[in-house]
DNA sequence: CTGGATCCCACGCGATACTG
DNA sequence: CAGTATCGCGTGGGATCCAG
């Protein structure tokens, strides 16, 4: 977070990856891509529920920042391909990273989650 | 991420933790945390920038998932700490995870965004 | 000092229709 | 098939006022 400066603040490098993080598809996309090259279409149906306009935007971002590569291929009907880089492959470690961490803790998170429905605490 | 599933959804659990971490105050007031119990009024210091709704808000989420435990002393005028939990100081680790992760990469991503400002390239 | 209640806006995102 | 443009809503979040 780079937050070890004084105060912690919302202008610290990590702040532009915890928005990526946290957008709604940005992460499904990158682990859609872990496999290999993925076409346009396939990504639509493999993050089930996403949006055209999502997906594109998305996509262009990915690109922007360098987490993806995309490849068109100059024929008709046209076909486009998005594939990792190497940074896109990081983010997706990352990304495995996190989701071990959710497997270990998330029956944890749970249980607390519904303790404390159960027991509302007032801080009055 | 659970995402193996098939297809790859915005319904799987890791979600939930990816809100959290995508929230705009949550991962920050933890790593402020990361020292010790903080008062209030203190953490709105040491987060720059937070309103005191928020402030309140993501407390009590973070409470409500027990990452967080508030500490109310019966004193005039009150007096609160809030303290991580184990799993508090586990969330925290992995924060400090993806800082590694955004320091060793972040240079990186800049550059390229830097060249695909400079080199707008057209998907038409 | 701590924290609740309201009002309000910005913007992330979805739905739809349209081009090559 | 891939991508763009437009419209509209839901909600995350800020500002402000009030209470113990």
Redesign the pocket.
Known sequence: MFLQADPYNMNCPSREILDLIG??WAILIVCCLQQGPV???ELMRQVG??????L?QT??NLERDGFVE?I?YPEV????EYRLTDLGRSLSELARTMEQWVVANYATILDHRQRALETPSD??
Chains 1, 2 share one sequence.
């Not at 529920?49 to 999502?54: A, E, R």
């Not at 009907?77 to 486009?80: A, D, I, Q, T």
């Open positions: 957008g709604k076409r346009t279409g529920g996403i949006s055209q306009k999502m594109t996509l262009r995309r068109s009907p046209p076909r486009v801080h009055a």
